[in-house]
């Protein structure tokens, strides 16, 4: 069945459809306000504790490595198992390490304590994008996925004010320990919600309109194909792609509070406000790089140009923006750079999803989504541990947004040589 002759779905399926990109969106939130607990209490958490820059730089990049080291085989077995089972184990285990976090006393055990963040977040994106795929056709998956990307701009937004509002009312370990068990309120949620098509008694008319003009393949999730993806020079460009969108949006979300308080003497109060602009920027940024992409793919445009070309040029112009922003005197004009800038970071963001999702049949989509994770979370490692090490070494910022700036420019670099029929021929042989 092509395409652009695939019957309009029920208007129960549609209900549906929205039911699961608002739980996820829910999701996600909660995901990326948890990622930012560290980020909003670093300066507090740094003079109780005697942490130099350079620890806090380690604390706030041991989260992206350990969800480095989880992406490749939990993204096969989310294309296993679902992403029912999955996404619920993983909530649960990361909002069980949110809470350990609020109980530490050394620098190990926050060390272990935001690895195992990681490790449980984990499946959240590959999860997000493979339900987006069972629930929603080639040419509608922008917007749904923009929508739950935006999500990773969303929860940085809120996370400034809502938890500098908790930590100055109640401390910050008490912020920890609330958002964990906001985490697991969300997982029962999913569980009790969730359900993939096949299993949610949605006709058979409409689940072959939603994988209509889908890639087709006889490939398996596991080790053998993690080969054949990685003899693509496709998957290495989704890498590099993802490493430099991560990197540049990762300086703001780590850094961005203590820079405004440490370089533009911002009080702690007024931080939570001023943090959370680029963000909201970054949200409505995530949201129009998904309607953009489904715009382009309903006009004629191939899908994976419609995804690939947003993605490039978002990032070049994130970049320059990037680049220019430490350098204006004026502190509100600095912010109104940066959120700008994040506004074509995300929207990058989003239409970086789809074509991941456009790339693949959808059986596979979390094992590739989770490779090209790889790369973006190197970048979300590295940014915030590059960063403290320059701010430790020279005491200025002003080259860490440069060197964001360049990540971004590479990135860009990447997913313009990402090919469109580059995974046609998975599962036979070459």
């Known amino acids: 069945m092509d395409a652009r002759t695939a019957p309009r779905l029920s208007a129960e399926t549609r209900r549906r459809q929205w039911i699961m990109i608002a739980l996820l969106v829910a999701a996600g939130v909660v995901n990326y306000v948890d990622r930012s607990t560290l980020a909003v209490a670093n300066h507090t958490i740094a003079d109780e504790m005697h942490f130099a820059p350079w620890q806090m730089g380690a604390l706030l990049s041991a989260f992206a490595w350990a969800y480095a080291v989880f992406q490749l085989p939990i993204g096969a077995v989310t294309d296993r198992l679902g992403p029912h089972l999955m ?21 190990n055990q926050f060390l272990f304590a935001r690895a195992g963040l990681g490790a449980g977040e984990s499946p959240m994106f590959t999860a997000g994008a493979r339900a987006s795929v069972n629930w929603f056709p080639i040419k509608d ?24 509002a908790i930590m100055l009312s109640f401390g910050w370990r008490a912020m920890f320990v609330a958002m964990g068990a906001l985490g697991l ?55 590099v792609g993802l490493f430099g969108l991560v990197y540049v949006s990762w300086l703001y ?23 959370a602009l680029p963000q909201f920027a970054g949200f409505f940024g995530g949201v129009g790089g998904g309607y953009l992409s489904d715009w382009l793919a309903r006009r004629d445009m191939d899908p994976i140009d419609s995804r690939k070309w947003p993605t490039a040029v978002g990032l070049v112009i994130a970049g320059a923006l990037t680049a220019v922003a430490p350098f204006i005197g004026d502190t509100y004009g600095s912010v109104a750079v940066m959120s700008l800038a994040m506004f074509f970071c995300y929207g990058a963001g989003s239409c970086s999803w789809a074509l991941g999702a456009s790339l693949t049949p959808p059986h596979l989509v979390a094992t590739l989504e989770a490779v090209q994770n790889i790369g973006g979370s190197i970048g979300g490692g590295l940014a915030p541990l590059v960063t403290g090490i320059i701010v430790s070494k020279t005491g200025s910022f002003d080259i860490a947004f440069v060197v964001a700036a360049g990540a971004s420019l590479v990135g860009a670099a990447g997913y313009g040589f990402v090919k469109n029929a580059a995974y046609a021929r998975l599962g036979q042989g070459g």
């Open 141 to 164: 998956r922008g917007v749904p996925l923009g929508l739950f990307n935006a999500a990773s701009s969303l929860g940085p937004a809120i996370a400034p004010p809502l938890l500098t």
């Open 185 to 239: 309120v969300v997982a029962a949620a999913w569980w009790a919600f969730y359900r993939d098509p096949e299993q949610a008694n949605v006709p058979q008319a409409d689940i072959d309109a939603i994988h209509a003009g889908d890639l087709e393949s006889t490939a398996v999730a596991g080790p053998k194909l993690w080969a054949e993806l990685f003899a693509i020079p496709t998957t290495w460009a989704m890498m």
């Open 253 to 275: 979300v780590a850094w961005l509070p203590d820079y405004l308080e440490r370089v533009r003497h911002v009080s702690t109060a007024q931080t939570g406000i001023l943090a």
């Open 87 to 107: 996404l619920t184990a993983g909530m649960v285990f990361w909002s069980l390490a949110q809470m350990a976090a609020g109980t530490v006393q050394t620098f």
